[in-house]
């Protein structure tokens, strides 16, 4: 024989479905609300990264939701160790610009000035002073890091090569860096880039290190058109290069 389903099952089904769904909704919210007493924010992937943490498995993943979330991004840029001022400039006509930033690079000197920088890049070139470039130089050389040079981020134009695709720097998404100084006047140019010695060694753990930090890194081994300069870019799939 064969078994239906008559409106008393169906009702009965649709009853102990909510009921089912009502436990399990009350189970996520239970969880949301008492798994940060035992999990530390570092690790939390609903709490926005925090700049002066420790690296940890989940900081990838909370760098990623930089650019898909404005108050989670905007939250990052809270934790940053120096002011970080919004700007009010609007880009041009073919490239404006929304919710911009001018970064000065605190007690590192940015030469010849600061930058343009959109949060998302504002927030990972903090990670890149404090937690790739700076513990280099003293790992290597014993001394302070004290400038970086730059190239610029923002211009509005396309991708040098590729005609018709934009540039990230036409958002205010990428910094191009020339070099770094150190405090015992030592200067780092990255056109030592293929040299052998200590600079180029560190240059090479420089490129290494930020491309953990921002979505595309291209490096004088890219090509020669970024011979004298990395492009840091704070979109992209993890090209790095």
Request: aromatic residues 8%; glycine residues 12%.
């Amino acid at each position: 024989a064969c078994l239906t389903r008559g409106p008393a099952m169906r009702a009965g089904g649709r009853v102990a479905l909510a009921l089912w769904l009502g436990v399990s909704g009350l189970g996520i919210a239970g969880l949301g609300v008492f798994h940060r007493r035992w999990l530390p924010a570092p690790y939390d992937p609903l709490q926005p990264l925090d700049v002066r943490a420790a690296w940890t498995p989940v900081s990838p993943l909370k760098l990623g939701l930089l650019g898909l979330s404005d108050p989670f991004c905007n939250a990052a840029l809270a934790t940053v160790p120096w002011p970080v001022e919004a700007h009010a400039r609007s880009g041009t006509a073919t490239c404006p610009l929304r919710d911009v930033y001018t970064v000065d690079g605190g007690d590192i000197r940015l030469a010849p000035g600061g930058f343009l920088a959109s949060c998302s890049l504002a927030v990972r070139w903090a990670l890149f002073e404090t937690q790739v470039a700076t513990p280099i130089a003293r790992d290597m050389f014993g001394s302070r890091l004290i400038a970086i040079r730059h190239v610029g981020s923002f211009a509005c134009r396309d991708i040098r090569d590729r005609p018709g695709a934009q540039s990230s720097h036409a958002t205010a998404n990428a910094i191009d860096v020339a070099g770094f100084t150190l405090a015992d006047g030592r200067e780092i140019p990255v056109s030592a880039w293929h040299g052998g010695g200590p600079d180029s060694v560190y240059l090479h753990r420089a490129r290494d290190g930020a491309c953990r930090v921002f979505g595309v890194v291209l490096s004088p081994a890219y090509n020669a058109l970024h011979a004298g300069h990395l492009h840091l870019q704070a979109t992209g799939g993890g090209l790095c290069r």
